[in-house]
């Protein structure tokens, strides 16, 4: 038998499950240990597929909308938020549901609400059909938010009164380009209102911090996480960025051999929804080819962000 070559692999840290996610699963948990199988979850409780397919195996229920759903069941709001009227719809046909959305996504729908109440003109900065971005969009009347998804957007943006301007952003976003954009904007309206403090989410920017550490180190970087989730996506941007090929992947099956042809030393991080248990798929995947040397590069950055669960389920 053929010696296997070395392969030096860094583990990016943070990475995985941030507080929101884990939040967010734990509430459908206890929500079917509450009130039993069928449990509906609108749209993916988090964009993974193994972790949706985990919790539709213990009796979760996922529907693309209300309707779909039986008069009287429980349901439960993914992690990336809805517009205002779907609790009000699941309220009027008496659908008893728990809201598992980001407290971070929620800082930023109480922030659309006070700045529309001002008087001002939001400037969201995010991407069209991110459930994300059409919850947001959904806190307020039509009109009153403009999506800027680019620099283009923003320097082609025509404000009909231009101090009465505020902008805010999507959780999920690159640092990098969301700066950019803000830039852009603040150059153009000096007066342009933004947030206390920065929307992009902890665990996006820690990430996205954790990749570039370890970047210069790597020949090519293996991001887990799903092709649907903006945070998992910008990780793979964020390495390209730093010159090195990046590859995002969902399970260790999707890893074509050939791509790693020349790789000694991998860098391998996963989206703020992919479970560590898929890290750990990878790596014993890689180590059926290669004598892996693993090491962890942490950057001395320590999470430590809980959020409390929904009034109700914390005995369940």
Same mark, same amino acid.
């Given at each position: 038998m053929l010696p296997r070559p070395p392969l030096d692999v860094i583990i990016a840290a943070p990475r995985g499950f941030c507080a929101g996610v884990d939040r967010a699963i734990r509430i459908v948990e206890l929500a079917l240990e509450k009130y039993g199988a069928p449990v509906y979850v609108r749209h993916e409780i988090v964009h993974n597929r193994f972790v949706v397919d985990r919790l539709r195996s213990m009796g979760a229920v996922f529907v693309d909308e209300l309707d779909a759903i039986p008069g009287g069941a429980p349901v439960v709001f993914s992690a990336h938020g809805v517009p205002k009227a779907v609790p009000h719809e699941a309220a009027e046909r008496g659908l008893e549901f728990l809201d598992a959305t980001c407290p971070l996504v929620s800082k930023v729908h109480r922030q659309a609400e006070r700045l529309v109440a001002a008087g001002r003109h939001i400037l969201f900065i995010g991407h069209a059909g991110h459930p994300e971005v059409i919850g947001t969009l959904g806190q307020v009347l039509p009109g009153m938010m403009t999506l800027i998804e680019t620099v283009a957007d923003a320097r082609a943006f025509d404000a009909a009164n231009p101090d009465q301007l505020a902008y805010l952003t999507q959780t999920t976003l690159s640092v990098d380009d969301t700066a950019e954009i803000i830039?852009?904007? !603040?150059? %153009?309206?000096?007066?342009? %209102?933004?947030?206390?403090?920065?929307?992009?989410?902890?665990?996006?920017?820690? %990430? !996205?911090?954790?990749?570039?550490?370890?970047?210069? !180190?790597?020949?090519a970087m293996l991001v887990i996480g799903a092709p649907n989730s903006s945070n998992s996506v910008r990780l793979a941007e964020v390495a390209e960025r730093q010159g090195v090929r990046a590859l995002l992947i969902q399970r260790a099956s999707e890893l074509d051999p050939a791509w790693l042809d020349g790789v000694r030393t991998l860098g391998i991080t996963a989206g703020a929804s992919a479970p560590e248990l898929l890290v750990r798929e990878v790596i014993d995947h890689l180590a059926q080819r290669f004598d892996v040397f693993e090491r962890e590069d942490d950057g001395g950055i320590v999470e430590r962000m809980v959020f409390k669960l929904p009034r109700g389920l914390e005995a369940a």
């Open positions: 830039g852009v904007l !603040q150059g %153009r309206f000096p007066t342009m %209102r933004g947030p206390h403090s920065e929307d992009i989410c902890y665990a996006t920017s820690n %990430r !996205q911090a954790a990749v570039k550490a370890i970047s210069a !180190q790597c020949d």
